[in-house]
């Protein structure tokens, strides 16, 4: 099935890459794909539980969901994540 995830401090072609490295790695999810201007993570998943791993993974990256508290720990992760995937690239 087909979802999609709007979050918090997406910013860059960095954050891009973390992002679509760790939830490709997850287990049943794939076609992972994001819209940096729209902060838009879309990515198949075979069910809810799936989704639900995906926005976990999300979070503890750094980049919370349009729903979730947005910390200064959230910013701070995905300031080191957007790094990393700047430094992968």
């Known amino acids: 099935m087909n979802n999609s995830v709007i979050v918090q401090n997406l910013k860059c072609g960095g954050c891009a890459s973390t992002i679509i490295n760790n939830i490709s ?3 049943h999810i794939s076609d992972v794909k994001v819209e940096v201007q729209e902060s838009a993570i879309t990515f198949n998943a075979l069910n809810d539980e799936d989704v639900s791993t995906v926005i976990e993974k999300l979070k503890k990256l750094g980049y919370p969901s349009i729903e979730d508290a ?8 995905s300031f080191v994540s957007c790094a990393t995937g700047k430094i992968s690239k």
């Open 25 to 27: 790695s997850i287990p």
């Open 70 to 77: 947005n910390s200064f720990t959230s910013k701070a992760k």
